[in-house]
Nanobody, 122 residues
Framework: QVQLVESGGGLVQAGGSLRLSCAAS????????MGWYRQAPGKQRELVAT???????NYANSVKGRFTISRDNAKNTVYLQMNSLKPEDTGIYYC????????????????WGQGTQVTVSS
């Protein structure tokens, strides 16, 4: 079992910044990717950013140049630094962790955080 603890959400004015954190704990043995997703009211959940165990990052086009994803492998923690926030960034942000079912396996198990609300006012 893997537990994800999120923090950092809140209310911020347009142009401001927030940093989200997600710490994974429990039965961790082979994480291959960690990421952030978000869901705005009336919209589908979308990928925001991901980072692999090797440090390769991927961003949604809408956040490129504004958001930065990073991780602390020693703490099994992933961060999302959000700068130049816009009202359209408002939504519930979910942390996601994927790890191998077994150390030798190429198949993965996914874990999700409870979500943290990010609200950007105009």
């Amino acid at each position: 079992q893997v537990q994800l603890v999120e923090s950092g959400g809140g209310l911020v004015q347009a142009g401001g910044s927030l940093r989200l954190s997600c710490a994974a704990s429990g039965s961790i043995f082979s994480i291959i990717v960690m990421g952030w997703y978000r869901q705005a009211p009336g919209k589908q959940r979308e990928l925001v950013a991901t980072i692999t165990s090797g440090g390769t990052t991927n961003y949604a086009n809408s956040v490129k140049g504004r958001f930065t994803i990073s991780r602390d492998n020693a703490k099994n923690t992933v961060y999302l630094q959000m700068n130049s926030l816009k009202p359209e960034d408002t939504g519930i942000y979910y942390c996601n962790v994927a790890q191998r079912k077994y150390t030798w396996s190429r198949t993965t198990s996914d874990y999700w955080g409870q979500g943290t609300q990010v609200t950007v006012s105009s």
